[in-house]
């Protein structure tokens, strides 16, 4: 079992930068991929970026490559989503899952219960 709390999220305005961070917790947490996805107002939850276990290996969406940075530290088993130039469209509950990697919604096992991220304009 893998539990996970997010934290970070907020009211920013466009072109402002938030960092999100996940706490993950059990014993097996550092060897799962984790991931960010996102699910804003009347939408369906969108992968955002996923980072394998060992933090090698990153995956974004298009739409956040060069504004989103994803890392993870194994030692404090927390992974964060770096959120550069922020858009108003970027609003949306952002939660962060563990799981067998892709982008993929189905392949995450652990959730968390999500982080509201609100970009006024």
């Known amino acids: 079992q893998v539990q996970l709390v997010e934290s970070g999220g907020g009211l920013v305005q466009a072109g402002g930068s938030l960092r999100l961070s996940c706490a993950a917790s059990g014993r097996t947490a550092s060897s799962y991929f984790m991931a960010w996805f996102r699910q804003g107002p009347r939408k369906e939850r969108e992968f955002v970026a996923t980072?394998?276990?060992?933090?090698?290996?990153?995956m974004y969406a298009d739409s956040m490559k060069g504004r989103f940075t994803i890392s993870r530290d194994n030692a404090k088993n927390t992974v964060n989503l770096q959120m550069n130039s922020l858009k108003p469209e970027d609003t949306a509950v952002y939660y962060c899952?563990?799981?067998?990697?892709?982008?993929?919604?189905?392949?995450?096992?652990?959730w968390g219960q999500g982080t509201q991220v609100t970009v006024s304009s």
């Open positions: 899952a563990a799981g067998r990697g892709t982008r993929a919604i189905w392949n995450y096992d652990y």
């Open positions: 980072i394998s276990s060992s933090g090698y290996t990153t």
